[in-house]
DNA sequence: GAGCACTGC
């Protein structure tokens, strides 16, 4: 027999074993999900939320024999409260047999044979272990959502089921599924596909009858019908873009509903309580998004034991990660703000697009959690089929220098070559290269040096990675530290309009002349200096955000242990600058990871980035902004760069023209 | 003098 005739009759074995088992009600669903795992090396697990994919599956393979399992979720608190609820249905304690590991936080043990994971974590652990060998049986959920890790990880997987065979098997799960697509990209492996009834309650969806112009206006009005004619209780949710829409809708609402009310008291009803209950009943207006504070977040969660409606009108942070209890209606304006591609590199722009199908279907399902629900579309079925049916692969709209790092750092030394979903452009592989080698992270042969590999060592942006390098060679790696970890989080600064001018007094003391940059250090030096608990009253008082100096002080802590763990040899330290202050070789070692994002200032204060052909603007939350004196000359760094009205520079410092020439990679000389 | 959807290591 031929190579090639054995290799045909291969293929056809591993049709045959293909099967599709259709909609199983829970109890089937386990002998036919364990006899799937027996016979394939991939199984495909379609079920909606609720259907127990994720708590029963990977406990039947435990029951079975596999010893080491691990399952992989987008987010943190899904891989917590999961591997919470698992524990608790079998009676174990977490992190003995069962835990789970995310960011900052480890509940496992040496005898943990099945660990919830966030996919960050896991893409960590395949830097020392690219074949995962230490795992038998990985589930990925939620790959319908398509975000970048996830679709990381399965290709990552995908390599090592091939370097595995016969040792490794892959669950994938998800709620809507483009099985075509993933039964193409597992087409070399023996695969199942298994579909598992989900227990949501049925959901009526309404359809606008003919487009409407503003849909916050009509998100208002759906929203005040449903609380009048709609059944009591049963509260209702509003999927709307961002902050300033859901505030205006906020208002709107509370303002006609107070109107609506007094014009009934005034008219038709006799001041007595009874009466007033039972015509209507008071509706309450929550916000959410996710810059709230926490507990104001919270305000929104908390039942309300049916003395009054509440409505929550939320951006789609309450689509998959937060989950609201007594939700039955579902207002849905068919938008959400993402992120579009940009022809101009390291560019964010963030606009408000149409939203996919799946997306609306999941927002539906928002009603139907306890109860049967209706949700209410504020566009025509037309336009709901117009809508691309899967959302955007987040891999085709990313920068990839972070991933590309990892993944050589896994030992591919053409990243390009990775199997995935969707492949990105080359132009994105290719500029992720380029960036990388320029900051020293790749030899001339396009290989990951040893700085490279450093540099994937820590959870960092690859610029901040090497600025912290930088900085124990030129000896402040203390305080780059520091400055590392406020820069990875979010905003500290509260903006509000009302407390404009007492937070710009208090933000005062710590603003730096040289830039924002050095401003944040300030604030989170002095918040470590304070007490751990009068932390929080002391956000307070500075009109700073708590919750990102505490991710940056655990940021810190963690930078710390893994440096300590680096052990580097004093080979690695130099004496250069050591006259110089402290301040200066920080500004060296930030222009080491981030000289292609520098500006020069020009006449007028024009400022042109040096890298791309673009003129920007100060953003106006920088301290520097309408800062720089007319006849000043010199450069800037930027850490973000963000397209708005125009496009604007977020985070700057100034720098030294000899500072881009001694670390700018050589991208700079002198004009002559 | 403008405005930041949401995750994650």
Not at 28 to 51: D, I, N, P, Y
Not at 616 to 635: N, Q, W
């Amino acid at each position: 027999m031929t190579e090639k005739n054995m290799a045909q009759q291969n293929n056809n074995k591993r049709k045959r074993i293909w099967s599709l088992i259709k909609n199983l009600p829970a109890y089937h669903a386990r002998k036919s999900f364990l006899q799937a795992l027996a016979s394939s090396e991939v199984v495909l697990v379609v079920g909606e939320t609720g259907c127990g994919k994720t708590t029963q599956l990977p406990q039947q393979a435990l029951d079975v024999g596999y010893r080491s399992i691990v399952t992989t979720q987008p987010r943190r608190v899904a891989a917590i409260s999961v591997a919470e609820r698992v524990c608790l249905e079998r009676g174990v304690t977490l992190g003995s047999q069962i835990g789970y590991v995310v960011r900052f936080d480890d509940k496992t043990s040496s005898e943990t044979q099945l660990r919830y994971v966030t996919d960050g974590v896991l893409l960590r652990e395949a830097i020392t272990d690219p074949d995962l060998s230490r795992y038998d049986l990985i589930f990925v959920d939620e790959a319908h959502e398509r975000s970048l890790q996830t679709d990381i990880v399965l290709g990552v997987v995908k390599r090592a089921l091939t370097n595995r065979r016969g040792s490794l098997k892959v669950v994938v799960m998800s709620a809507f599924l483009d099985t075509d697509k993933f039964r193409s990209f597992f087409s070399s492996f023996d695969l199942s596909i298994l579909e598992m009834e989900g227990r949501l309650y049925p959901i009526d969806i309404f359809y606008i009858k003919t487009p409407v112009e503003d849909y916050v206006e009509a998100a208002v009005v759906a929203c005040l019908q449903i609380h009048f004619e709609e059944s009591f209780p049963g509260d209702i949710l509003v999927f709307l873009t961002g902050q300033e829409e859901i505030e205006s809708a906020a208002r709107m609402i509370k303002e006609r509903f107070d109107n609506y009310c007094s014009y009934l008291e005034k008219n038709f009803l006799p001041c007595s309580e009874n009466k007033h209950t039972t015509l209507y009943h008071p509706l309450r207006v929550y916000p959410l998004f996710a810059a709230m504070s926490p507990d104001a977040q919270r305000a929104a969660l908390k039942p309300c034991r049916n003395q009054f409606r509440k409505a929550i009108l939320a951006t789609n942070i309450a689509e998959t990660s937060i989950t609201i209890p007594g939700i039955k209606y579902v207002v849905d304006c068919g938008f959400s703000k993402q992120r579009v591609v940009s022809s101009m590199k390291c560019l964010d722009a963030l606009r408000v697009s149409p939203i996919s199908q799946a997306q609306a279907l999941q927002r539906a399902g928002r009603a139907g959690r306890e109860c049967p629900g209706k949700c209410f579309r504020l566009y025509t079925k037309d336009d709901f089929d117009k809508l691309s049916i899967h959302p955007v692969p987040e891999i085709l709209v990313s920068d990839l220098v972070s991933v590309t790092l990892q993944l050589m750092a896994m030992g591919m030394e053409n990243p390009f070559k990775l199997e995935l979903l969707d492949n990105p452009r080359t132009e994105s592989f290719q500029y992720a290269l380029e960036v990388l080698l320029s900051i020293g992270a790749l030899d001339s042969s396009m290989k990951l040096n040893a700085i490279g590999k450093q540099m994937a060592f820590f959870p960092l942006s690859p610029m901040l990675s090497r600025s912290l390098l930088e900085s124990i060679t030129l000896n402040c790696s203390s305080s780059m530290l520091a400055l590392c970890s406020i820069l990875s989080t979010e905003s500290v600064f509260q903006l509000s309009s009302q407390i404009r001018e007492s937070a710009f007094q208090a933000w005062n003391k710590f603003i730096s002349s040289l830039g924002d940059h050095f401003t944040l250090l300030q604030v989170f030096q002095s918040y470590l200096s304070i007490p751990e608990h009068e932390r929080i009253q002391w956000c307070k008082e500075h009109y700073l955000n708590y919750r990102s100096l505490a991710t940056a002080n655990n940021i810190y802590c963690q930078l710390s242990q893994l440096l300590q763990q680096q052990k580097y040899s004093s080979s690695f330290m130099s004496h250069l600058y050591e006259e110089e202050s402290e301040q200066d070789r920080l500004g060296r070692c930030l222009v080491a990871g981030f000289f292609r994002q520098s500006v020069r200032i020009g006449s007028n204060c024009q400022l042109y980035t040096l890298f791309e052909p673009l003129q920007v603007d100060i953003h106006p939350s920088s301290v520097l902004h309408r800062r720089l004196s007319s006849k000043e000359e010199g450069y800037l760094i930027y850490h973000e760069l963000i397209w708005t009205t125009k496009p604007y520079i977020r985070t700057v410092m100034r720098v030294k023209e000899e500072w881009l020439l001694q670390h700018g990679g050589n991208c700079f000389q002198l004009e002559s």
